[in-house]
């Protein structure tokens, strides 16, 4: 299963159909520094967009983003919760929404709720997940197998996270 791909994404078909009509959809795109840290979050960003919907200035903003320290793009936002013996999450990207099971919870980390997207920066796309950076510190990206975060929670062997990149590589538009 690849976690990295070098193609060019449509982003502003891959942005809409993430946002979906959403009225937070200022939420599901962040700009990222050169350690992958979101900025906005700390509100220290070196060009925060303000936007009232997805403009061609929204889409020109992403597009300076992306040839500098790229952007993160929520895909599938999750909640999760034990019932039974078994791991459930709500999971919900664009229009649509599903429940994911599993008994496996040997290999599965329960997590109340995380966000799991794509870093694009130029031509190439990541996936990841937004990871919390400790107390006072902003969110950063990390990519699936990384050590960066906790391995368990993004690890490749967690049946969870092999649905997340299902639905990841269907929400993604290429050029």
Not at 135 to 147: D, V
Not at 154 to 174: A, H, Q, T, V
Request: with cysteine; glycine share 8%; charged share 30%.
């Amino acid at each position: 299963m690849e976690i990295k791909k070098d193609f060019k994404i449509d982003v502003r078909k891959t942005v809409e159909k993430a946002v979906a009509g959403n009225d937070d959809f200022h939420f599901y795109v962040d700009e990222l520094t050169s350690n992958d840290y979101m900025p906005t979050y700390a509100g220290v960003a070196d060009e925060k967009y303000e936007f009232d919907e997805m403009d061609d200035g929204f889409f020109e903003f992403l597009a300076r983003k992306i040839d500098g320290d790229g952007i993160y793009v929520r895909l599938v936002n999750a909640a999760g919760s034990v019932s039974m013996g078994e791991a459930v999450f709500d999971l919900e990207y664009g229009k649509s929404s599903e429940k994911f099971r599993t008994k496996d919870t040997e290999n599965v980390l329960v997590f109340e709720f995380a966000d799991f997207g794509v870093k694009i920066k130029g031509d190439e796309v990541t996936f990841g997940a937004t990871i919390d950076g400790g107390c006072g510190q902003t969110p950063y990206f990390a990519k699936f197998g990384s050590t960066k975060a906790n391995e368990a929670f993004i690890s490749l062997e967690n049946p969870l996270n092999k649905r997340i990149l299902e639905i990841m590589e269907e929400m993604i538009y290429d050029n």
